[in-house]
């Protein structure tokens, strides 16, 4: 039992300080013009697997995409740019978030 012990606790540790190493950004979901191109008639699994092909085509590695029911946008109108109620809440290594805020996402 014991000699399995250094094999674990390395990682345990870098498991740790990955997370350590994340930020976490929003992005105000459209109904129909975020540049991933889904929109409210796609379900969240549609939605994450489109951001996440988005961001590795701009060398941008996501560790979890969530949801949340916290947007800003005016969910009441009807036009492309209106908002949906949710945000998308992206966390991704450090060493990109000055690529992600260049994409137009918000830190949290």
């Known amino acids: ?47 994450i697997q489109a951001l996440e092909q988005y961001l590795e085509d701009n060398d941008i590695e996501a560790l979890r995409i969530m949801f949340d029911n916290k947007s800003a946008l005016d969910a009441l109108c009807e036009s492309c740019g209106c908002g949906t109620g949710q945000r998308i809440i992206v966390t991704v290594p450090k060493s990109d978030e000055t690529e992600l805020q260049d994409l137009g996402f918000i830190k949290v």
């Open 1 to 47: 039992m014991f000699f399995l012990l250094p094999l674990i606790l390395p990682t345990a540790l870098v498991c740790c300080n990955k997370d350590d190493e994340a930020e976490k950004f929003y992005w105000e979901q459209t109904k129909c013009s975020d540049p991933w191109g889904t929109g409210e008639r796609d379900a969240n699994p549609i939605t």
